[in-house]
Every structure is written in C-alpha cells, then in structure tokens.
C-alpha cells in the first residue's frame, strides 16, 4: 500500500531499495557461504568434532543467511557487528579465519558505513528537492 495521496508522485526517497541493506545483505550472504565451508575444514584438518563443527560452522552460516533477512530492523546491523567478532574469532580454530574475518569484517564495515552515506545524501538531495519545488 501506497504512502501517497492519490494524484501525487510517490516520494522516491521512500520507494527505493535500501542500498544500506543491500550490500549488507550481499556481504552476509558471502560470509554464509565461507562460514559454512570452514565446517569440513574444522573437520577434517583442525580435529574438531564433527558435531562442534557443525554447530559452530553452519550456525554462523545460517545466522549471516537469517540476519540478512532481518536487516530492516536497526538491531540487526549491530548483530552482524558480532558475527563479524565471531568470524575472527573461528580462526583460533581454523587460523585462516583470522584473515577471512577480518577481510569480512572490512567489508561490512564497509557496506554498513558506505550504505549510510549513500542514504542520508540521497534525503538530502530529495529534501532539496522537494524545497526547490515549492
């Protein structure tokens, strides 16, 4: 449902997608895939139990998958923030996650930081706009 009273253009500030969320989502869903591929590294190469490596491997992977689902709430950003600490934290596992975590941990910052910049602009300019046009 529409926020616009009929006979008026809709607010293009309103009706585009969330650039904050997309490449949030994008970043998550790329860090769900490495997540979930660490599982059988743990395995087979760190020795962890298979049903640690399980909870630990595909949990992160199903949250990264869950949250990016969620990211229209504002605490949703601040749980990827942990997943991030999480991802980091995998590499006293699996040593490479150190430097997969933080590479995945650039990366949101990135996105959340850039996708926040893109959005307080484009209110800016649609504000300006809209004061331009009387």
Avoid: H
């Avoid at 997309?22 to 769900?32: D, Y």
């Avoid at 975590?101 to 602009?121: H, S």
């Amino acid at each position: 449902m529409s926020d616009t009273a009929p006979g008026t253009a809709p607010d293009p500030a309103n009706t585009q997608r969330s650039p904050r969320r997309g490449m949030c989502a994008a970043v998550l869903s790329l860090e769900a895939i490495t997540l979930g591929l660490t599982t059988p590294v743990m395995i087979t190469i760190a020795g962890v139990a298979a049903g640690t490596a399980i909870t630990i491997g595909l949990g992160l992977a199903v949250v990264c998958l869950l949250l990016a689902g969620m990211l229209r709430a504002e605490w949703a950003y601040l749980v990827g923030y942990a997943v991030q600490v999480g991802a980091i934290a995998l590499g006293f596992v699996v040593p490479v996650m150190f430097g997969l975590g933080l590479v995945f941990a650039v990366l949101w910052a990135t996105a959340d930081g850039l996708g926040r910049k893109i959005e307080r602009e484009r209110a800016a300019a649609w504000a300006a706009y809209r004061a331009e046009q009387g």
